[in-house]
């Protein structure tokens, strides 16, 4: 039996629901203290530079208002940048963004943009911020966030939820390796995108994974069954695989 693995709740796109129609409701904040209730370890939230979903404002009430940690994913950006060290978050995931993406499509060049990032993960780390960068399942990224000091990688599990799974081996032992490997190099890894109740398992079988972070399909299903079940289900799924 390895370490407990957290369970991140992504709330983004219950701000896209209440973004959709120009509402107050339904508040992503309010959905943040429930999965808390019931469960979540972290509370995650994008706050993109288009804020099509997550705005200001609700990052500002999160960090008001919650009692578990908030991990705030975002672009590396010196607009972002500034909002993350006023609101000095327990983590702060950096993601690539691209405005016509629908979701973060692909891991970041944390190799290629060494010296753009390297003064963002100083700040944020002397700020008291946990970083973590957002990459794809491979050994040259992990080399470049060991060198920019980042203590978290989040491996991307999207190219893993896309495939069929009588097809899903490979990319599952790509993301196992880079997981045993990141431990190695003293990195803790996270995981996450894309994940839902048929494909979390295997994920979080990989002993060194330390947490997932989940939203989507969370925030989806809760509209069958409820926020609450839907997080400790996952929860239990979780907590099956170890
Ligand atoms: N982790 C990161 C870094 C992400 O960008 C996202 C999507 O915002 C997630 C996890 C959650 O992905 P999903 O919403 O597909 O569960």
Redesign the pocket.
């Known amino acids: 039996m390895s370490r407990k693995l957290r369970l991140?709740v992504?709330i983004?796109?219950v701000a896209t629901v209440r973004n959709a129609r120009g509402s107050g409701y339904p508040d992503p904040v309010r959905a943040a203290l429930l999965a808390a209730q019931a469960g979540a370890d972290g509370i995650?939230a994008?706050l993109r530079e288009d804020r099509r979903h997550i705005t200001d404002d609700d990052i500002a009430r999160l960090a008001a208002e919650l009692t578990i940690p908030l991990n705030l994913?975002m672009a590396a950006t010196d607009e972002m940048l500034a909002i993350a060290l006023r609101h000095r978050p327990h983590a702060v995931?950096i993601?690539p963004e691209k405005r016509e993406e629908r979701?973060?499509e692909g891991g970041l060049d944390a190799a290629g943009q060494h010296n753009h990032l390297a003064p963002m993960v100083s700040a944020l780390r002397d700020a008291g911020c946990r970083v973590?960068l957002?990459i794809e399942p491979d050994e040259r990224q992990l080399d470049a966030a060991l060198r920019l000091g980042a203590p978290v990688v989040?491996l991307?599990t999207?190219r893993y939820?896309e495939l069929a799974e009588d097809a899903r081996e490979a990319e599952l032992r790509r993301i196992a390796d880079a997981a045993a490997l990141a431990v190695k190099a003293g990195l803790e890894p996270?995981a996450?995108?894309?994940?839902t109740f048929d494909n979390v398992v295997p994920i979080a079988a990989i002993p060194q994974v330390a947490e997932l972070?989940?939203?989507?399909?969370?925030?989806g299903e809760a509209i069958f069954e409820g926020l609450a079940p839907v997080v400790e289900r996952m929860r239990a799924l979780m907590d099956s695989a170890r």
Request: proline share 0%; aromatic share 6%.
């Open positions: 991140g992504n983004d796109h995650t994008h994913e995931c993601v979701t973060t973590s957002f989040e991307h999207g939820c996270h996450g995108h894309g994940l972070n989940i939203g989507h399909f969370l925030i």
